[in-house]
């Protein structure tokens, strides 16, 4: 499915509607550069699984939890993962196996263990439709 955003809210609000959707042991992988607006999306993730706590992106972390919804949330920003073998240390499988949602920001890097079933989410910029436009698309594998 492409979607299309023309600002911050609207990134924000097709995320809120992905939250709204989204089921216990959903895994969902975030591609996009720097700036896109994947911090955006993902907040409004939490909102629509009904997180009020502020969601900040945990590059320096890799790792955020958010149990206050209706969903536990496991927030993964890899993007300073050197080695995928990093991700044992931090016991991935039980959040990308659990009852949680699972959003995997820089998934390529470390795409040999992300599950067969998951759902890719790209975002991309084209500024010939204006500076703050960005297209959502979601591809579903199982």
């Known amino acids: 499915m ?7 809210e609207e990134t924000f609000k097709i995320g809120e ?8 042991g959903s895994i969902y992988t975030l591609i996009g550069d720097l700036g896109v607006g994947k911090t955006v999306f993902t907040k409004g993730v939490a909102k629509g699984l009904g997180i009020d706590e502020e969601v ?3 590059t320096f972390t890799i790792m955020q939890i958010y149990d206050g919804g209706r ?3 496991y927030h993964f920003d890899v993007y300073r993962i050197g080695d995928v073998s990093e991700m044992d240390e931090l016991g991935y499988e039980e959040y990308f196996y ?5 959003f ?3 998934a390529d890097l470390i795409k040999e263990i992300i599950p067969k079933k998951h759902t890719r989410i790209a975002i991309t910029k084209d500024l ?15």
């Open 17 to 24: 509607e992905l939250g709204k959707k989204a089921e216990p």
């Open 56 to 58: 900040t992106s945990p």
């Open 71 to 73: 969903l536990p949330f």
């Open 104 to 106: 995997i920001e820089w």
């Open 98 to 102: 659990g009852d949680g949602v699972t």
């Open 128 to 142: 010939s439709k204006g500076f703050d436009y960005r297209k959502i698309e979601t591809v579903d594998f199982e």
């Open 2 to 8: 492409i979607m299309e955003s023309h600002s911050a």
